[in-house]
């Protein structure tokens, strides 16, 4: 291994400033639980490491008018931490709780979570179904761009040379909102997600007003699927409307066969954890309480 | 829940409690030293260079360029081992060879797997040994290669040896094939017994080659001194085999050779073979300094020897009232690159549990391009009796028994003759049933949702060589001596049988595992002997002592060493007429060694026989989850025959530890190759082993059926409880969904396709 520079920044511009000047061989560290883990496989061989945890507006969560602004680089288990937030995205915070395990989640941020680009990343499913805006700062300045056209493609992002993800925002919550995210995994953690679904609704007394669905570990990318969230909005949630939203979540896998699960079996399971997450998302919305990471 | 039901109640001052193990607080503490933990000034760090094909011919390899890499101290190949002979050697519960084995840790003519060593460089630093390995070249011709054991089987399968004819072959071999050996077991007239049989039951079943999965990857530290003598650090069950292996494999005497096992994190029958230690030793030969080398993780699950996968058919013939009358079964198994699956075990346990007139067994050992498998918990016996207990419970689905009732009806016992030819003598087959049948858990309803599963296993436990000895020092405390890696906590196990032959305090008793040349030849740890045979050759030493200590206490009273009894460890008068004398301490003996004869040791050295066979049952509730095909474990019981449980605390974890690992076997464990015949998943994220949260507390109930050929009645306990969880699993998912597994592992993507080809027929029953 070649010898790696640690740089520790202060400020976002100035993390964007060490960024530049490594000229496409720095990476950010936020929890380093995937990146250290590749440098030590040999995936990733970085020049220069520009640690963002001492900056502020990056470790901290903070709330405006019901928006709330998540520093990329805080820890999962501060997230869980933070009530206001859990009570405003139960579901955005339980899938950031399903990564890892006590101990990684001490590190591992949202914000990683997205920029590793992997299809089976937790967080970003429910980040997807929940309209998040990812924050990036760059030589050029700041520029806001949707999660679900943050990633290009496997380890792929669309962020540009020198540029950084500041923070992630989570917008103001209707009435009668709420969320959740399910994702399966053959054992009951430390593991990956074979696929992972987030849905967000909006109901008036027991109609779905409004509905986002994210799709995780079935396409190169995580998907927003609008046909599912089509399928939901103005139904009661009955049987016809769910299996429409079920279908239209299998229709949208574009999976492949690996040693994680079949092609048959993710489109499957796709179907059924949207039903699933739809009904704990309905159920938080009147009250009803549901933790446990088995989608069972 | 625990259930220990003691036979030995009040017999005892030290056997059946539950102290700290000796090693507990090094261990907690983190000062105990592991394989990779042992680092000498000036070593050099070893790496393999591995095939990266499943199989390949060798046309050359060139090293030059590596050694000329300043940092580079020595590069081996095949070429720096002498060729060995064909001659098997024992290694535990498996058999080798030395021609395969000096094959198997470096590559000769072909590369037999992905994974399979091909060089060896030592450097100054490790990321100067990675780059030579990057500068060694192998010229390969990449060869059709045979994952599959029924592929390998077929005529015109890719051969791996041009030698292998296969043994017992009926009519004998003439063409060479990937078909080793073929065994047969034969009692009565099976054909006869079917004949008369109400009820045939007939299925075929699969596993796949699962890992040992120890947390400590193998590691070892070698250092060739000038004289010809070397000295080897390594995390082994066995350092009297690496010490004979490597003699042989590096044309050395044993005498040159000194092993001192470090502790070992886990090897369930994994570490009873060698792959870095002789590497390591030419290395420092060559390069005049210690040389340490660890497998990484990836390197483990490619290349060191997994347990088989294997093809069961499994043929069960009963009259209506579910008396056995026939049995048959043939298992063909998966050797790895080498001939040796432990094809032999798995048939003669396959119906060992029962007591069946007539019986056929066939077995057949296969070679493929997969690493060479080795020894795991009871070797094949999870394999055929995940067949044999499934095929029993569709059984007494079909005659509506209670599933522990058929088997008490066939259970077998005292007198029960074998299918392999041995009778039993006392074991404990129909008392583990019973303790599970009126246990809290069989007798409480199963929840609503949920399943019960029952199966049974059978595994032999053997004897074989153990040394031992004892010392008393000038205090009068003891340490005792012996020479088998600790895997389960046998030195606590040992230090309580010393404690209660010599009558003295636990915690004055210090056992030591000694290096080989500190001690005489023990066999490896493995086939649950050490608590059994090592524990008799300690309790032989500390007799030995006794009968000095005796003489001592007669020279000071001057009467005859016949009239001295030892009582409560203390030496005393046999009785009145000797004479009135104040009992002697081992201290008061200890401070008087100089004048009565010098120091006080006792030795015992013997070919262990009488190992007393085990039983387990176990009993498994579960749900699952019809849309994703994932499995729920609620509640888990594990009953065995463990003779005397010496430590209750580490008899139960051995219980525990088996059912976890044989629940993973079940539900998700298994090698995965791809087209090119590599491994897809060398890792704990894809290779996956239950994790904590998987399950319950795993229930146990200790049923104490003493080995009458045992002075403390002990009999095996590590490797029975990995034979029932499989088919106990596969029971109560049959029994939640109606659909019986046949092929394992039952993990969510493959049940869930199993539950959705069997919805059409599930819903016409309905
Ligand atoms: C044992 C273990 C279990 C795991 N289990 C899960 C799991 O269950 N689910 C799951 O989804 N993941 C899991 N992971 C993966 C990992 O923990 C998560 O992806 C985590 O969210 C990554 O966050 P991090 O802060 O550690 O990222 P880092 O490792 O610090 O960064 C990840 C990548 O993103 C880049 N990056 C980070 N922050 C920024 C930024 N602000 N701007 C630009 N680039 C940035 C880094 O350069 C790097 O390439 C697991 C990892 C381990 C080691």
């Known amino acids: 291994m070649s010898e790696v520079q640690y740089q520790s920044a202060k400020t976002v511009k100035e993390a964007v400033k060490m960024m530049q000047a490594a000229k496409g061989k720095g990476y950010i560290l936020a929890g380093g639980t995937d990146l250290l883990v590749q440098m030590k496989s040999g995936a990733r061989t970085p020049g220069v490491i520009v640690d963002v945890k001492k900056i502020p507006e990056m470790v901290s969560v903070a709330e405006k008018n019901g928006a709330f602004t998540i520093g990329a680089a805080t820890p999962a288990a501060v997230l869980g931490e933070n009530k206001k937030l859990r009570k405003a995205w139960p ?199 549901h933790r446990g990471h088995r989608p069972v | 829940m625990s259930e220990h039901r003691p036979n030995t109640e009040g017999k005892y001052k030290w056997i059946g409690t539950r102290p700290d193990r000796p090693d507990g607080a090094d261990k907690v503490t983190g000062r105990a030293r592991f394989g990779a933990d042992f680092s000498l000034p000036g070593q050099l760090i070893g790496k393999v260079l591995r095939s990266p094909h499943a199989h390949a011919e060798i046309k050359s390899i060139d090293t030059s360029k590596a050694l000329a890499l300043s940092g580079v101290k020595g590069v081996i190949t095949a070429a720096d081992f002498p060729d060995q002979p064909n001659l098997i050697v024992p290694t535990g519960e498996m058999q080798v060879n030395m021609r395969d084995i000096t094959r198997n840790i470096m590559a000769r003519e072909k590369a037999l797997y992905e994974g399979h060593p091909v060089a060896a460089v030592a450097a100054v630093s490790e990321a100067i040994a990675k780059q030579a390995l990057a500068l060694i070249k192998v010229d390969y011709k990449v060869l059709p290669h045979v994952i599959d054991v029924a592929e390998a089987m077929k005529p015109g399968a890719p051969l791996l040896h041009d030698h292998l004819l296969t043994e017992g072959a009926n009519p004998p071999a003439s063409k060479p094939s990937n078909i080793a050996k073929r065994i047969e077991f034969k009692k009565g007239d099976a054909k006869a017994g079917f004949a008369q049989a109400e009820v045939v039951i007939e299925k075929d079943y699969t ?57 070992i994190g886990g090897g369930f029958g994994g570490k009873t073979v060698v792959y870095l230690e002789p590497l390591a030793m030419r290395l420092s030969q060559k390069a005049g300094k210690p040389v340490k080398m660890t497998m990484a993780r990836e390197d483990v699950f490619r290349a060191s020897g997994p347990a088989p996968g294997g093809n069961v058919k499994v043929k069960i013939g009963a009259m209506k009232d579910g008396r056995i009358v026939a049995a048959e079964c043939i298992v063909e198994m998966q050797a790895g690159a080498f001939p040796g699956s432990p094809v032999g075990p798995a048939c003669m346990c396959s119906f060992a549990c029962y007591d069946i007139d007539n019986v056929y067994i066939e077995g057949f050992d296969v070679v493929s391009n997969r690493p060479k498998v080795a020894a795991y918990r009871a070797p094949g016996a999870p394999i055929s009796a995940w067949a044999v207990e499934s095929t029993l419970d569709i059984l007494a689905l079909q005659l509506d028994m209670d599933p522990i009732d058929l088997r008490l009806m066939n259970a077998a016992k005292a007198g029960t003759k074998t299918a392999y030819g041995v009778t039993f003598n006392t074991i404990g087959m129909v008392e583990t049933l019973e303790a599970v049948k009126h246990s809290a858990h069989y007798r409480t309803p199963v929840k609503h949702g949920y399943a019960r599963g029952v199966a049974a296993g059978f595994w032999f436990n053997i004897g074989a060589d153990s040394s031992a000895a004892s010392h008393v020092g000038e205090d009068g405390s003891v340490t005792v001596i012996s020479g088998n890696p600790d895997i389960g906590g046998s030195r606590a196990s040992l230090a309580l049988m010393a404690a209660e032959e010599l009558g003295v305090d636990y915690n004055r008793v210090r056992p030591v595992i000694a290096d080989t040349a500190s001690i005489g030849f023990n066999f490896v740890t493995g086939g649950s002997r050490v608590t059994f045979a090592t524990g008799l050759a300690v309790v032989n030493s500390v007799r030995d002592m006794i009968r000095e200590l005796k003489v001592r206490a007669a020279k000071i009273w001057k009467i005859d060493p016949e009239a001295v009894i030892w009582e409560g460890g203390m030496a005393k008068p046999a009785g009145n007429q000797v004479g009135t004398f104040e009992p002697l301490s081992l201290a008061d003996l200890a401070a008087q060694a100089g004048r009565t004869g010098g120091p006080i040791n006792g030795h015992a050295q013997l070919n262990v026989t009488g190992a007393g066979p085990g039983f387990g049952v176990h009993c498994v509730d579960l749900k699952v989850d019809e849309d994703t095909g994932c499995v729920t474990v609620g509640r888990y019981t594990a009953a065995q025959d463990v003779g005397t449980a010496i430590h209750p605390s580490y008899v139960e974890g051995q219980l525990q530890g088996g059912a976890v690992q044989g629940v993973g076997w079940a539900l998700n464990e298994e090698y995965i190759y791809n087209a090119k015949g590599r491994l897809d998943n060398p890792g704990f994220l894809d290779y996956r082993m239950p994790v904590a949260s998987d399950l319950p507390k795993i229930e146990t109930i200790l049923v104490e059926v003493p080995n009458p050929q045992h002075p403390y009645g002990v009999r095996g306990v590590g490797e029975v409880p990995i034979i029932p969880p499989l088919a106990a699993v596969g029971n109560a998912v049959a029994r939640a969904t109606g659909v019986r597994m046949v092929d394992l592992p039952m993990s969510p993507p493959r049940l869930s396709a199993a539950l959705d080809a069997a919805r059409p027929r599930r819903m016409a029953a309905e």
Request: aromatic share 2%; with cysteine.
């Open chain 2, 207 to 263: 596993t796949q080659a699962v890992h040992q999965g120890y947390i400590e990857p193998h590691a070892t530290l070698a250092s060739a001194a000038e004289d010809g003598q070397i000295q080897v650090w390594s995390t082994t069950q066995g350092h009297f085999q690496v010490r004979g292996f490597c003699a042989r494999l590096l044309g050395l005497e044993t005498s040159q050779i000194r092993v001192t096992p470090t502790e």
């Open chain 1, 91 to 289: 579901g955005v915070i339980e899938a950031c709780n399903l990564i890892g395990s006590t101990q990684v989640q001490g590190r591992a941020s949202a914000g990683g979570n997205l920029c590793n680009a992997s299809p089976a990343a937790d967080s970003v499913p429910a980040l997807v179904a929940a309209g998040c805006i990812v924050n990036v700062a760059g030589p050029k300045g700041k520029r806001a761009v949707p999660v679900e056209k943050f990633c290009t493609g496997p380890g792929k992002t669309s962020l540009k040379p020198g540029e950084i993800v500041v923070s992630l925002t989570l917008p103001k919550r209707p009435k009668g909102s709420s969320d959740a995210y399910l994702r399966l995994i053959p054992r009951t953690e430390m593991d990956i997600a074979v696929v992972g679904v987030g849905v967000s609704l909006t109901m008036k007394g027991d109609t779905v007003t409004d509905a986002r669905v994210g799709l995780g570990a079935v396409a190169p990318t995580v998907l927003l699927v609008e046909k599912a969230a089509k399928a939901l909005i103005g139904s009661k949630l009955d049987d016809a409307a769910l299996d429409a939203a079920a279908d239209a979540c299998s229709a949208a896998c574009r999976p492949i066969d690996d040693k994680r699960g079949t092609i048959k079996y993710r489109t499957k399971i796709a179907g059924v954890l949207l039903k699933r997450s739809a009904m704990i998302a309905r159920d938080r919305i009147h009250g009803i309480e």
